[in-house]
């Protein structure tokens, strides 16, 4: 039976419209689909399921301050690390690290 390891990502952020910009255009790369975001939420399911689905969310908090939290996504090949991390960059994302292989953490990782 597979079990889903993961339920939602709920993140602030400081501008709402800014990152709903920067993460209606990533999301949907990364297969969450569906877009139930509002005027407070910014929310993102994996749809195609039976069942309730992950998903990411974010709301605006003008105080927040960013810090060094990751967030990995799979990929099953390099040219999709490669392809996902350009739509990153031409949605807006400051590339910092990569892409590239982090055999640190496993061997092709």
């Excluded at 999301?27 to 975001?37: E, I, K, M």
């Excluded at 689905?53 to 105080?63: K, L």
Aim: proline letters at 4%; one cysteine or more; glycine letters at 8%.
């Amino acid at each position: 039976m597979t079990k889903r390891h993961l339920d939602h990502i709920d993140l602030r952020v400081r501008d709402f419209e800014r990152a709903r910009r920067f993460y209606g255009r990533l999301l949907p790369a990364l297969g969450f689909t569906c877009d139930r975001s509002d005027t407070e939420w910014g929310t993102f399911y994996a749809a195609g399921r039976d069942r309730p689905s992950e998903f990411f969310g974010f709301t605006e908090d003008r105080h927040h301050q960013p810090n060094e939290t990751r967030i990995a996504f799979w990929a099953e090949t390099r040219e999709e690390v490669d392809r996902i991390a350009e739509i990153a960059r031409d949605a807006g994302a400051k590339n910092l690290e990569g892409p590239e292989v982090c055999a640190g953490y496993s061997l092709g990782y």
